[in-house]
């Protein structure tokens, strides 16, 4: 998410995204779409900046960003409104389905690239169809951001790292 990299998150990284998000979809500035897509980004930033203790406001560092992380098991409403955003914006032809090949836009739009999904997507398909529903992606997308257990398939959400 450190799109500039620099070591830290700053508002220009959440902007960063939400124009690789955007982008992936052709939505315009003013599209319903792109608005909501803004203000859910942007809201993070702002909820980052705000609960992560940061020294500087215009920026958090990574251990900053994981006090937030450490608050998130609280912010259910938040996470899951978020989960719900991105399964919107990835699931590109909207048969409420998220296939391996928007999957990969989605790692590409948080980390800027999307090698190794065709390797850690199948582990993310529990149930094994070729797809995640509605419901796997949001228990995934919620466990990624609030478990704690390093071997839970929701820790390939994103890919390798």
């Known amino acids: 998410m450190d799109a ?15 124009a690789r ?14 608005e909501r897509m803004r203000a859910i980004m942007m809201g993070w930033w702002s909820a980052v900046a705000a609960l992560s203790g940061a020294e500087r406001a215009d920026r958090v560092s990574l251990d900053e960003l994981m006090n937030v992380v450490d608050q998130l098991p609280a912010m259910d409403d938040a996470v899951y409104a978020t989960a ?13 389905r998220i296939a391996l090949t928007e999957h990969k836009q989605v790692v ?15 582990q993310l398909d529990l149930n094994g169809d070729g797809q995640l529903s509605r419901s796997e992606f949001r ?11 390093p071997a839970a398939p929701s820790q390939w959400v994103f890919g390798r790292y």
């Open 4 to 18: 500039d990299g620099n070591g830290y998150l700053d508002e220009g990284d959440f902007e960063a995204l939400t």
């Open 84 to 96: 719900d955003a991105m399964f919107d914006a990835i699931d590109e032809n909207g048969d409420d």
């Open 139 to 149: 228990d995934l997308w919620a466990d990624f951001w609030r478990g704690n257990d």
């Open 108 to 122: 590409y739009a948080w980390k800027g690239s999307s090698d190794g999904i065709e390797e850690v997507f199948p």
């Open 21 to 34: 998000w955007v982008g992936l979809r052709g939505w315009e500035p003013g599209s319903a779409d792109y």
